[in-house]
């Protein structure tokens, strides 16, 4: 029993990374409806930089929240420098881009701070919560879960929350209404970025730091999205849950799996949900008129 509930709980602190980068990939495929593929060395950029800053004597916290911003900065950057210009470029371009983006922030990462793999500071005690999770699995999971409350609410309950939700729903109406649809885009990136900034630095003390830390959990985000629904970005955050329990269970009570396969699962959960349930357990069905 303390072993399932020892995978249930770890299963939880990983989903709550999976839930924000499947969060973040929804909010630019709702935006641009495309993945971005480079959301995952976007986080690992991110990360580096918060590390680089502690690494220089910056209190760990602090080195926190200016990561956050300036990886604000640099997603609202990206949509106005080179995907706004691409706003009406064939689908193919856009995979181009992000492949291309993706391959830059590896490669710059690699050549700004070297391939090797380095440790990365975790800013929660040592130890375990009664000798089921470790403590920090238990700070990221309340980090990841107050992050994700924060954003609810601020789609919820704020002006340029629900300008931004318009803006990507019906863009053509909304900029009837006077809303500025490019920028609202444009913050939708830097909160994606944002967002992928803390799933990275909050995952980086337990699978360590160098450019390719993000390749396997970004797979995980992408299954999370479609396990949820692309076109629900709650649902996404609920399927990042679901697919870190899942995938802790499977690794665990399935021999054939095992902690070395696990990644597999993702690839499973995305191909059945994709087969029999395209829009997700909580996406809604688009219909549209012609």
């Known amino acids: 029993m303390d072993l399932f509930l020892q995978q249930i709980l770890t299963g939880l602190a990983n989903g709550s990374i999976y839930a924000c980068l499947a969060l973040a990939v929804v909010m630019i495929y709702q935006a641009i409806d495309h993945f971005n593929f480079a959301q995952g060395e976007m986080a690992m950029f991110s990360t580096y930089i918060c590390w680089a800053m502690i690494h220089a004597g910056v209190p760990y916290w602090l080195a926190f929240f200016l990561t956050i911003g300036i990886s604000f900065l640099g997603g609202v950057a990206i949509e106005r420098i080179i995907f706004k210009p691409l706003h009406n470029a064939p689908v193919l371009s856009h ?154 269970l499977a690794g665990t009570y399935l021999p054939a799996i095992g902690s070395e396969l696990k990644l597999t699962v993702a690839l499973v959960l995305i191909v059945a949900v994709l087969l029999f349930k395209p829009n997700g357990l909580f996406g809604k069905t688009i219909v549209t008129r012609v």
């Open 95 to 248: 995979i181009i881009v992000f492949i291309g983006l993706l391959a830059i922030f590896n490669s710059l990462a690699g050549a700004i701070w070297d391939h090797n793999i380095k440790t990365f500071p975790s800013p929660f005690p040592e130890g375990s919560f009664e000798g089921l999770i470790g403590m920090h699995e238990v700070g990221m999971f309340f980090v990841t879960l107050l992050l994700l409350l924060g954003i609810f609410a601020f789609f919820r309950f704020t002006r340029i929350g629900m300008a931004m939700q318009a803006a990507a729903a019906n863009p053509a109406s909304a900029e009837l209404v006077g809303i500025r649809i490019g920028w609202m885009l444009a913050l939708g990136w830097g909160l994606a970025a944002a967002i992928g900034a803390v799933a990275g630095m909050m995952i980086a003390p337990i699978v360590f730091l160098d450019p390719n830390m993000m390749l396997g959990i970004l797979l995980y985000g992408f299954a999370a999205a479609i396990v949820g629904g692309i076109s629900s970005p709650g649902g996404a955050v609920a399927g990042g849950f679901l697919v870190g329990v899942i995938e802790n």
